[in-house]
């Protein structure tokens, strides 16, 4: 009898074996539900291939029944787990490393708020670019409490940033505008009075109340100073003073050159203006001038009764006063003199005396004409000065070598010129009634010649005792004497003759000599 179906009853427990059952005669319509317990499987008898694509769903599995040591490595993707069938309660402590988390696979909606403490975030892991903008608020800054103030960031010489105390600070003599100051007090500031800011100016020092400027510094302590300023070095700047467009009006450089209009001075002080410019200097105790005679590039005036100016120069090979004129054409004038009234003196090609004379006021000083000096071979020049100038009249007077006796005179004038030491005398005398005896002399010279010189001269005479032969009469000075003799030369005479003293008589007379 042929068997078409067998009952589970009909079947002897432990009767169907493995080896009675062909491969893949059992499919899943042949297993009853349950029926297939953790107990009828033998170790690692259902491999993947084993089984079908989604058959084995959440309910499937027992609670625990699926250990890590189940699970071939990888053998679990994503795709074969369903969306939250993974819970907390089913990974094992530190079963989920970095290595099983794909990059980016968890996003903000994944992680439950609250869960991420700080021992799960490694040291370093969250930098600036984890931090989204304005991630980090107030309140995720530590906050002060009953025992611990308010706190802050601070970095102290490079070290790293740390919490600091906040505590209160006050502001002494406080006002608008004024400049807040440390003190020597903790946690105090002070409010500056004599240091104030607008906003436009800047003021240090007692207030000056002007409105159109932007930087004052004033110093009312008679022994203290307005400012100190150091800086830079050599032709670089301690000081620039500019105008509202920058163009230079002052330089101070560290060198010690001033520039005034200048930014590059080449002495202690320039002065700079454009060329044909008037009035770039002027030092004044009264009002300068701005047109007229007294106009210039550069003005002293002044109403003392002393120098208005006085150059010295005390190095023994040094100039006191130089002054050039490039002009160039003939008659430019180098120096100019002029006193109320007009020009007195001019300096050109030549030197012009307007009004007024040319002094010489040292003895023994005069005009030189060494440039002019044309030496000859048999000539000695001793000085090629013009020291001395004078003319004036003097007194002559008759008298004799035995004396100088009395006269009457109706003429007695005399005039002499000296120029160097030339002199030149002229005279006049008309007596009657002398007492004088002896030769005749022409006394009271003013000059008397120099050692190895003597005088010579001439005369016309009247009413005088004379030789009948007398051909001429002159008149001589000897050296060192200051009167004259009167020599006649006679004819046939060999010698000369002087005239004897006459008691009456008239002459007009002239004598030139060289003095000392």
């Given at each position: 009898?042929?068997?078409?179906?067998?009952?589970?009853?009909?079947?002897?427990?432990?009767?169907?074996?493995?080896?009675?059952?062909?491969?893949?005669?059992?499919?899943?319509?042949?297993?009853?539900?349950?029926?297939v317990g953790s107990s009828e499987l033998a170790d690692n008898?259902?491999?993947?291939?084993?089984?079908?694509?989604?058959?084995?769903?959440?309910?499937?599995?027992?609670?625990?029944?699926?250990?890590?040591?189940?699970?071939?490595?990888?053998?679990?993707?994503?795709?074969?787990?369903?969306?939250?069938?993974?819970?907390?309660?089913?990974?094992?402590?530190?079963?989920?490393?970095?290595?099983?988390?794909?990059?980016?696979?968890?996003?903000?909606?994944?992680?439950?708020?609250?869960?991420?403490?700080?021992?799960?975030?490694?040291?370093?892991?969250?930098?600036?670019?984890?931090?989204?903008?304005?991630?980090?608020?107030?309140?995720?800054?530590?906050?002060?409490?009953?025992?611990?103030?308010?706190?802050?960031?601070?970095?102290?010489?490079?070290?790293?940033?740390?919490?600091?105390?906040?505590?209160?600070?006050?502001?002494?003599?406080?006002?608008?505008?004024?400049?807040?100051?440390?003190?020597?007090?903790?946690?105090?500031?002070?409010?500056?009075?004599?240091?104030?800011?607008?906003?436009?100016?800047?003021?240090?020092?007692?207030?000056?109340?002007?409105?159109?400027?932007?930087?004052?510094?004033?110093?009312?302590?008679?022994?203290?100073?307005?400012?100190?300023?150091?800086?830079?070095?050599?032709?670089?700047?301690?000081?620039?003073?500019?105008?509202?467009?920058?163009?230079?009006?002052?330089?101070?450089?560290?060198?010690?050159?001033?520039?005034?209009?200048?930014?590059?001075?080449?002495?202690?002080?320039?002065?700079?203006?454009?060329?044909?410019?008037?009035?770039?200097?002027?030092?004044?105790?009264?009002?300068?001038?701005?047109?007229?005679?007294e106009y210039g590039v550069a003005m002293i005036k002044t109403?003392?009764?002393?120098?208005?100016?006085?150059?010295?120069?005390?190095?023994?090979?040094?100039?006191?006063?130089?002054?050039?004129?490039?002009?160039?054409?003939?008659?430019?004038?180098?120096?100019?003199?002029?006193?109320?009234?007009?020009?007195?003196?001019?300096?050109?090609?030549?030197?012009?005396?307007?009004?007024?004379?040319?002094?010489?006021?040292?003895?023994?000083?005069?005009?030189?004409?060494?440039?002019?000096?044309?030496?000859?071979?048999?000539?000695?020049?001793?000085?090629s000065v013009l020291n001395d100038y004078e003319e004036g009249?003097?007194?002559?007077?008759?008298?004799?070598?035995?004396?100088?006796?009395?006269?009457?005179?109706?003429?007695?004038?005399?005039?002499?010129?000296?120029?160097?030491?030339?002199?030149?005398?002229?005279?006049?005398?008309?007596?009657?009634?002398?007492?004088?005896?002896?030769?005749?002399?022409?006394?009271?010279?003013?000059?008397?010649?120099?050692?190895?010189?003597?005088?010579?001269?001439?005369?016309?005479?009247?009413?005088?005792?004379?030789?009948?032969?007398?051909?001429?009469?002159?008149?001589?000075?000897?050296?060192?004497?200051?009167?004259?003799?009167?020599?006649?030369?006679?004819?046939?005479?060999?010698?000369?003759?002087?005239?004897?003293?006459?008691?009456?008589?008239?002459?007009?007379?002239?004598?030139?000599?060289?003095?000392?």
């Amino acid at each position: 009898m042929a068997l078409t179906q067998i009952s589970t009853a009909g079947v002897k427990d432990d009767a169907v074996t493995a080896g009675k059952i062909p491969a893949n005669a059992v499919g899943s319509s042949e297993i009853a539900a349950n029926a297939v317990g953790s107990s009828e499987l033998a170790d690692n008898a259902v491999d993947t291939a084993a089984i079908a694509d989604d058959a084995v769903t959440a309910a499937k599995i027992a609670n625990n029944t699926i250990t890590a040591t189940q699970l071939n490595t990888d053998a679990v993707d994503t795709d074969a787990l369903q969306v939250n069938s993974v819970t907390t309660a089913k990974l094992a402590n530190d079963s989920v490393t970095s290595d099983k988390i794909p990059d980016n696979a968890v996003q903000n909606e994944h992680i439950a708020d609250n869960s991420v403490g700080s021992d799960a975030i490694a040291n370093g892991s969250v930098n600036t670019l984890e931090l989204a903008d304005q991630a980090v608020t107030l309140a995720k800054l530590e906050h002060g409490t009953s025992s611990n103030n308010g706190k802050f960031l601070r970095a102290n010489n490079g070290a790293d940033p740390t919490f600091e105390t906040v505590t209160g600070t006050t502001i002494n003599n406080n006002a608008d505008n004024r400049v807040i100051t440390g003190s020597g007090t903790a946690n105090t500031l002070n409010g500056e009075a004599n240091a104030t800011f607008t906003g436009i100016k800047l003021n240090l020092g007692p207030y000056d109340g002007g409105t159109d400027v932007n930087f004052s510094l004033r110093n009312t302590n008679s022994g203290g100073y307005g400012a100190y300023i150091s800086g830079g070095s050599g032709t670089n700047y301690v000081l620039r003073l500019d105008d509202k467009d920058q163009n230079q009006l002052v330089r101070f450089n560290a060198n010690g050159d001033v520039g005034i209009n200048t930014g590059t001075p080449e002495s202690k002080l320039a002065i700079k203006g454009t060329s044909g410019q008037q009035n770039l200097f002027s030092i004044s105790d009264t009002t300068v001038p701005t047109s007229g005679g007294e106009y210039g590039v550069a003005m002293i005036k002044t109403n003392t009764s002393n120098r208005a100016l006085n150059i010295t120069n005390y190095n023994t090979a040094g100039i006191g006063l130089k002054i050039y004129n490039n002009g160039g054409a003939t008659g430019r004038n180098a120096l100019e003199c002029y006193q109320a009234g007009g020009t007195r003196f001019i300096v050109n090609e030549d030197v012009t005396v307007s009004t007024g004379n040319l002094v010489i006021g040292t003895a023994g000083k005069g005009i030189d004409f060494s440039a002019a000096a044309d030496v000859a071979s048999n000539e000695t020049v001793s000085s090629s000065v013009l020291n001395d100038y004078e003319e004036g009249s003097w007194n002559p007077r008759i008298q004799g070598t035995t004396g100088a006796g009395t006269a009457s005179y109706n003429a007695q004038t005399g005039r002499y010129t000296k120029i160097g030491n030339l002199v030149y005398l002229t005279g006049e005398l008309n007596w009657t009634g002398g007492s004088a005896g002896g030769e005749m002399q022409i006394g009271n010279l003013p000059f008397a010649p120099g050692t190895d010189c003597e005088g010579i001269g001439n005369m016309m005479g009247h009413v005088l005792n004379i030789g009948g032969d007398t051909a001429n009469i002159s008149v001589y000075v000897g050296s060192g004497n200051y009167y004259s003799y009167l020599y006649q030369t006679r004819q046939g005479h060999q010698s000369w003759n002087t005239l004897n003293y006459d008691n009456d008589g008239a002459m007009i007379f002239n004598v030139q000599f060289r003095v000392s």
